[in-house]
């Protein structure tokens, strides 16, 4: 409704609607979190149709843990935003249209309207994206053309499952697919599909120039809840089809790609010279992270499954999960703190901000924590989810993702090192750099810290995220 009124009646009183609109769809986020875990998972059936007739919102605890992590993350942009951030006058709109995209992503019940909700997500991404001016138009134009050819693969995935099962209800469809090939290709196809979205290795060309190129105000939405969107997806439609012969295989598949990510993309974020492509390919590699959850849960689902399989599973569902939602966080501070510097040097490359985290020791701190936390750190959120993943590892006798575990997090430290080396050694430049918003550097602040003290508090997320699913049970 935001969105739309702002469209209409223009930008005089876009901020203030836009952060309205912004805080109270985020106060529903939260009602919604909450009552799941007060209450169990929600569904709603629209209409008082019944499904396979009529559509169905859902919320388990996964759902209600993203919802927060997009009203969280979503606020403080918009805040950071508000003091003249923004690109164009078409920022607000198109970020409420985006934030409605990414919660109808999560609460969807049906593959239609996942695929109708992942594409208003690609439209506001895209066309937020082009904002950012002539240079952004290339990366924009990319994007969109992979995002609507995982859209068709996707589209066709869904189209073979209604045909064998006669339903487009995720859970219905799930228990309705017969083992056979068909079920593999559907898997296969999704997971395709969501990788291409997702920018998994070696299909991740398009994210560092469109995640880089995107204004101060967008590089965090883009990388800390785009990128979810589909992934969530992925998994949604993966714990359904998980039992398919042959998932074990795709599995340890995407867990090599995520593997060749890690390095890959840390490898390059030590050679970038400026300080927003250094965070893109961060993310590029801190995807890979996600992918392994998949050979790690699938045997857990397995006929002749034991009770390590199962346990090992549900460490699995956590660490990565965890990962997920610590990566929205650290990285949202990450991209907002390259905003903030960029707000004050007018430049993000690196030989340009020597000395900047003497003069804004804030953003440097801000910088750092979030750094550690995405090395998977003590005691931060992202330590959790590589103990708990770690221990996935063991249990199902997979011991060679710790190493990718333990590598990738000495990647992470070494080019968030660098990074940190060149903002504190020398003060070239910034006398005559104008100050930085007060509002900028806080922003940045309060997500780097949310992102180490949610390791302390973890064990409430971690019985949030097993509401629902479908490895539920005592911890």
Same mark, same amino acid.
């Given at each position: 409704?935001?969105?739309?009124?702002?469209?209409?009646?223009?930008?005089?009183?876009?901020?203030?609607?836009?952060?309205?609109?912004?805080?109270?769809?985020?106060? !529903? =986020?939260?009602?919604?979190? $909450? *009552? #799941? @875990? %007060?209450?169990?998972?929600?569904?709603? &059936? /629209?209409?008082?149709?019944?499904?396979?007739?009529?559509?169905?919102?859902?919320?388990?605890?996964?759902?209600?843990?993203?919802?927060?992590?997009?009203?969280?993350?979503?606020?403080?942009?918009?805040?950071?935003?508000?003091?003249?951030?923004?690109?164009?006058?078409?920022?607000?709109?198109?970020?409420?249209?985006?934030?409605?995209?990414?919660?109808?992503?999560?609460?969807?019940?049906?593959?239609?309207?996942?695929?109708?909700?992942?594409?208003?997500?690609?439209?506001?991404?895209?066309?937020?994206?082009?904002?950012?001016?002539?240079?952004?138009?290339?990366?924009?134009?990319?994007?969109?053309?992979?995002?609507?050819? !995982? =859209?068709?693969?996707?589209? $066709? *995935? #869904? @189209? %073979?499952?209604?045909?064998?099962?006669? &339903? /487009?209800?995720?859970?219905?469809?799930?228990?309705?697919?017969?083992?056979?090939?068909?079920?593999?290709?559907?898997?296969?196809?999704?997971?395709?599909?969501?990788?291409?979205?997702?920018?998994?290795?070696?299909?991740?060309?398009?994210?560092?120039?469109?995640?880089?190129?995107?204004?101060?105000?967008?590089?965090?939405?883009?990388?800390?809840?785009?990128?979810?969107?589909?992934?969530?997806?992925?998994?949604?439609?993966?714990?359904?089809?998980?039992?398919?012969?042959?998932?074990?295989?795709?599995?340890?598949?995407?867990?090599?790609?995520?593997?060749?990510?890690?390095?890959?993309?840390?490898?390059?974020?030590?050679?970038?010279?400026?300080?927003?492509? $250094?965070?893109?390919?961060?993310?590029?590699?801190?995807?890979?992270?996600?992918?392994?959850?998949?050979?790690?849960?699938?045997?857990?689902?397995?006929?002749?499954?034991?009770?390590?399989?199962?346990?090992?599973?549900?460490?699995?569902?956590?660490?990565?999960?965890?990962?997920?939602?610590?990566?929205?966080?650290?990285?949202?501070?990450?991209?907002?703190?390259?905003?903030?510097?960029?707000?004050?040097?007018?430049?993000?490359?690196?030989?340009?901000?020597?000395?900047?985290?003497?003069?804004?020791?804030?953003?440097?701190?801000?910088?750092?924590?979030?750094?550690?936390?995405?090395?998977?750190?003590?005691?931060?959120?992202?330590?959790?989810?590589?103990?708990?993943?770690?221990?996935?590892?063991?249990?199902?006798?997979?011991?060679?993702?710790?190493?990718?575990?333990?590598?990738?997090?000495?990647?992470?430290?070494?080019?968030?090192?660098?990074?940190?080396?060149?903002?504190?050694?020398?003060?070239?430049?910034?006398?005559?750099?104008?100050?930085?918003?007060?509002?900028?550097?806080?922003?940045?602040?309060?997500?780097?810290?949310?992102?180490?003290?949610?390791?302390?508090?973890?064990?409430?997320?971690?019985?949030?995220?097993?509401?629902?699913?479908?490895?539920?049970?005592?911890?």
């Amino acid at each position: 409704m935001g969105g739309a009124v702002l469209a209409v009646f223009g930008p005089r009183t876009a901020t203030y609607v836009g952060l309205s609109g912004t805080g109270l769809t985020a106060a !529903g =986020s939260i009602v919604v979190a $909450v *009552a #799941v @875990a %007060l209450d169990g998972p929600l569904r709603l &059936t /629209l209409g008082g149709w019944t499904v396979p007739l009529g559509i169905a919102l859902r919320a388990d605890g996964f759902a209600a843990a993203m919802l927060v992590l997009t009203a969280v993350v979503g606020t403080v942009v918009a805040v950071f935003a508000a003091p003249g951030a923004t690109p164009s006058r078409w920022y607000w709109p198109l970020w409420l249209i985006l934030l409605a995209g990414l919660n109808a992503v999560q609460v969807a019940g049906d593959l239609f309207n996942t695929y109708v909700a992942l594409e208003l997500v690609t439209v506001g991404a895209v066309a937020l994206i082009a904002l950012s001016g002539r240079d952004a138009l290339r990366p924009a134009l990319r994007y969109l053309f992979v995002a609507v050819l !995982g =859209s068709f693969g996707f589209l $066709v *995935a #869904v @189209a %073979l499952l209604y045909a064998r099962t006669g &339903t /487009l209800d995720i859970a219905q469809a799930g228990v309705r697919m017969p083992d056979d090939a068909p079920a593999l290709v559907v898997l296969g196809l999704v997971a395709v599909s969501m990788a291409v979205k997702t920018a998994l290795f070696p299909l991740h060309a398009w994210l560092p120039p469109a995640h880089a190129g995107a204004a101060a105000a967008v590089s965090p939405l883009m990388s800390a809840l785009v990128i979810k969107a589909s992934f969530t997806v992925l998994v949604r439609v993966w714990v359904e089809l998980a039992d398919t012969a042959g998932a074990q295989v795709l599995a340890v598949f995407l867990g090599a790609l995520g593997t060749a990510a890690v390095c890959w993309g840390g490898m390059l974020a030590l050679r970038q010279t400026r300080l927003k492509h $250094v965070v893109a390919y961060s993310t590029v590699a801190q995807v890979g992270y996600f992918f392994l959850l998949f050979p790690l849960l699938t045997p857990a689902f397995a006929a002749d499954a034991g009770t390590a399989a199962i346990d090992a599973a549900r460490h699995a569902w956590h660490g990565a999960l965890i990962l997920l939602l610590a990566h929205g966080v650290a990285k949202a501070a990450m991209f907002l703190t390259a905003g903030a510097l960029m707000a004050g040097y007018r430049t993000d490359r690196l030989y340009a901000l020597r000395g900047s985290g003497t003069r804004f020791p804030m953003l440097a701190f801000a910088f750092a924590a979030a750094a550690v936390s995405l090395a998977g750190l003590p005691p931060t959120f992202g330590f959790i989810g590589k103990w708990e993943t770690l221990w996935a590892a063991l249990g199902t006798g997979q011991w060679w993702w710790i190493a990718v575990l333990l590598f990738g997090g000495l990647l992470t430290v070494a080019y968030s090192a660098r990074v940190l080396t060149v903002m504190l050694r020398g003060d070239v430049g910034s006398e005559s750099a104008p100050p930085i918003p007060a509002s900028m550097r806080w922003t940045a602040l309060v997500l780097a810290v949310l992102a180490v003290l949610l390791g302390l508090a973890a064990l409430p997320i971690l019985e949030l995220l097993d509401v629902g699913s479908a490895l539920e049970g005592p911890p």
